[in-house]
């Protein structure tokens, strides 16, 4: 089973709260996952040393978007809403200040949305 990892995020897909993930991936890599498929998700990369605990489901094919076009409902999507609850900072920054960057960021990334297996 392919994996995805979580890192800082993880949280908010522990108390299933995260549906959608935004990825810097290359498009030979993106490509490789499709509608349906179950992967396992990872605390953090196995190769670091990361532990799996969560099994999501694709519920689309990955797509490209830029970080300025994601819906307002992907603040809660992305699991934002409860990091922040939850006091959760990046590099010292909270959730709501890396959104504010996405929304006046153009660049691509790949768009995963998942489910809860």
Not at 8 to 36: E, I, L, Q
């Amino acid at each position: 089973m392919q994996f995805i990892s979580f890192a800082w995020t993880t949280p908010a897909v522990k108390a299933r709260r995260k549906f959608c993930t935004r990825r810097g991936w290359n498009d030979d890599y993106a490509r490789r996952f499709k509608a349906g498929q179950h992967l396992m998700g990872y605390d953090k990369l196995p190769r670091i040393g990361g532990k799996p605990f969560q099994e999501i489901v694709l519920t689309c094919a990955p797509c490209k978007e830029p970080y300025n076009q994601a819906p307002d409902a992907d603040w809660e999507n992305e699991g934002f809403a409860y990091l922040e609850s939850i006091g959760a900072k990046v590099h010292g920054l909270t959730p709501r200040e890396i959104w504010q960057t996405w929304l006046a960021d153009d660049t691509l990334c790949w768009l995963v949305r998942f489910d809860y297996v």
